[in-house]
């Protein structure tokens, strides 16, 4: 994974397609011959990503939130089983979704940073309340 690093924190698409040619040169990209093909198959999927700031970036390509997320989720429909209607499933997400804000204690470091340029990029579509 620390190989593959350099390719989608380049600055510009240029970077990155050289980055991705020495990462298919090297060591990794001998050991793993289909990852370097992959990522050009999709690279047209992965060239929006650099119109972004850096710091906008780092916020879309982390995941680990919304796996946790994600995973609260589906934990609290499973210990249920069914619903007899969309709004007792509406309400059980609901509230799992409160209980789980609840323990939310730290933004990630780049997130405040990445809140202005959003606020800059979509102006009125994004507010920060």
Not at 11 to 22: I, P, R, Y
Not at 94 to 100: D, N, P, S, T
């Amino acid at each position: 994974m620390a190989a593959l690093k350099p390719i989608y924190q380049a600055a510009t698409v240029e970077a990155a397609q050289l980055a991705l040619d020495s990462f298919e040169a090297g060591p990794w990209g001998k050991k793993y011959p289909a990852i370097a093909p992959l990522w050009r198959r999709q690279w047209d999927q992965v060239i929006p990503l650099f119109a972004f700031p850096p710091e906008v970036r780092r916020i879309i390509y982390t995941t680990n939130a919304i796996e946790s997320l994600n995973s609260t989720l589906r934990s609290a429909i499973r210990s249920r089983g069914h619903f007899p209607n969309d709004e007792a499933a509406t309400k059980l997400l609901y509230l799992a979704l409160r209980g789980v804000s609840r323990k939310w204690k730290n933004a990630q470091r780049e997130w405040t940073v990445a809140m202005t340029q959003f606020a800059i990029m979509f102006g009125d579509r994004f507010s920060v309340e």
